[in-house]
Antibody, heavy 120, light 108 residues
Framework: QVQLVQSGAEVKKPGASVKVSCKASGYTFIDYYMHWVRQAPGQGLEWMGWINPNSGGTKYAQKFQDRVTMTRDTSISTAYMELNRLRSDDTAVYYC?????????????WGRGTLVTVSS | DIQMTQSPSTLSASVGDRVTITCRASQSISSWLAWYQQKPGKAPKLLIYKASSLESGVPSRFSGSGSGTEFTLTISSLQPDDFATYYCQQYDNYSGGTFGQGTKVEIK
């Protein structure tokens, strides 16, 4: 079935890096941009950026520009989000989300989320 | 960057009530607005896209309207399954994506 399966929860120390994966199945991976959204505990949703799985092109939110890298491996239909120089306020659930259609503006398919905890 | 402001932040309502949530954009976004429902511990679920188009499988009691800078999500008759948090969202190619801060619909 059509789904996004994310990697498991991570615990990291401040200053470390984390790489979250998002494996797509049930559709043609390269046909839909993939976005990443995060949600800190008890807070709202925050957009982080996207990757074009076909070309590898990316766009990042200015807030994360110098710390985030989004990549993909088309051979295994998987997108990745790596966040560097982690801080305690990066503790959040990280979601991958597929765009709904060619307009690329809204998200119809979400992963279940990956909890990243940053703590010393 | 485009800012999205939702109101109210919390809404108390009873089963059967008509509920309306408002979302305002800091500049015109045409009709490029979506609404999501999120329940605790779950990923958001797309309800409405392009301001007023109902996503497949979403009950018809949900509807969206608006264009430009002002948008509304209406639930015509609130059901027990609808108690959740609702977010509006826009995306534009220049500034990227933005979500509203959320509206929690609680049982009165």
């Amino acid at each position: 079935q059509v789904q996004l399966v994310q990697s498991g929860a991570e615990v990291k120390k401040p200053g470390a890096s984390v790489k979250v994966s998002c494996k797509a199945s049930g559709y043609t991976f390269i046909d839909y941009y993939m976005h990443w959204v995060r949600q800190a505990p008890g807070q709202g949703l925050e957009w982080m950026g996207w990757i074009n799985p076909n070309s590898g092109g990316t766009k990042y939110a200015q807030k994360f520009q110098d710390r985030v890298t989004m990549t993909r491996d088309t051979s295994i239909s998987t997108a990745y989000m790596e966040l560097n120089r982690l801080r305690s306020d990066d503790t959040a659930v990280y979601y991958c989300a597929r765009v709904r259609d060619y307009t690329g503006r809204h998200f119809d398919l979400w992963g279940r989320g990956t909890l990243v905890t940053v703590s010393s | 960057d485009i800012q999205m402001t939702q109101s109210p932040s919390t809404l108390s309502a009873s089963v059967g009530d008509r509920v309306t949530i408002t979302c305002r954009a800091s500049q015109s976004i045409s009709s490029w607005l979506a609404w999501y429902q999120q329940k605790p511990g779950k990923a958001p679920k797309l309800l409405i896209y392009k301001a007023s188009s109902l996503e497949s499988g979403v009950p018809s009691r949900f509807s969206g309207s608006g264009s430009g800078t002002e948008f509304t999500l209406t639930i015509s008759s609130l059901q027990p399954d609808d108690f959740a948090t609702y977010y509006c969202q826009q995306y534009d190619n220049y500034s990227g994506g933005t979500f509203g801060q959320g509206t929690k619909v609680e049982i009165k």
